[in-house]
T-cell receptor
Framework: QQKVQQSPESLIVPEGGMASLNCTSS?????YFWWYRQHSGKSPKMLM?????GEKEEGRFTVHLNKASLHTSLHIRDSQPSDSALYLC??????????FGDGTQLVVKP | NSKVIQTPRYLVKGQGQKAKMRCIPE?????VFWYQQNKNNEFKFLIN????????QIDMTEKRFSAECPSNSPCSLEIQSSEAGDSALYLC???????????FGPGTRLTVL
């Protein structure tokens, strides 16, 4: 069973809109989450990480974490065409094992 | 920018052939990961090392895949007998610790004919 589930699989938003991506872990031992972005033909690069309840904001990107439900979300405001990419959620557990979800493919239409 | 080096960038093998790819982690990063990303962009963890020791590996890796990270040499991932289903992008990443940010190399794209 996949330990990290992401939704939706794909998302289309208009330029300037808000993109909201979700990630949930089914493993109660998970305690740290990352969001990576992978542009087409490129390797993934980390966007943000979070391990405390609440939210973290960096520029147009905000990450929320609810540790009780093991749910994290990434919100991109004022989305730009350059934000079009595969967004990967990763989680690590108390044994330092790391699991990636299958990603959300975001398309921002001009 | 990531300084993880992967070679070769492209690899073409026939079924049953060995396929070997290499990775040089960023300087000062003792933890190295190998991932397989298929044509549907599904990401699969294969194995990770801390210095020369295996930390975790999946069952698939234990059968046809072998990997090592010798001291003072590149890390390597080798598929003993390639199958068509092994065609994928193989990504190497390194980090300062298990739970730290991972920096990815450009990947080796393996095609098994």
């Amino acid at each position: 069973q996949q330990k990290v589930q992401q939704s939706p699989e794909s998302l289309i938003v208009p330029e300037g809109g808000m993109a909201s991506l979700n990630c949930t872990s089914s493993d109660r031992n998970v305690d740290y989450f990352w969001w990576y972005r992978q542009h087409s033909g490129k390797s993934p690069k980390m966007l943000m990480s979070i391990f405390s309840n609440g939210e973290k904001e960096e520029g147009r990107f905000t990450v929320h974490l609810n540790k009780a439900s093991l749910h994290t979300s990434l919100h991109i405001r004022d989305s730009q065409p350059s934000d079009s990419a595969l967004y990967l959620c990763a989680a690590s557990d108390s044994n330092n094992r790391i699991f990636f979800g299958d990603g959300t493919q975001l398309v921002v239409k001009p | 920018n990531s300084k993880v080096i992967q070679t070769p960038r492209y690899l073409v093998k026939g079924q049953g052939q060995k396929a070997k790819m290499r990775c040089i982690p960023e300087k000062g990063h003792p933890v190295v990961f190998w991932y397989q990303q298929n044509k549907n962009n599904e990401f699969k963890f294969l194995i990770n090392f801390q210095n020369q020791e295996v930390l975790q590996q999946i069952d698939m890796t234990e059968k046809r895949f072998s990997a090592e990270c010798p001291s003072n040499s590149p890390c390597s991932l080798e598929i003993q007998s390639s199958e068509a289903g092994d065609s994928a992008l193989y990504l190497c990443a390194s980090s300062q610790a298990d739970y730290a940010e991972q920096f990815f190399g450009p990947g080796t794209r393996l095609t098994v004919l």
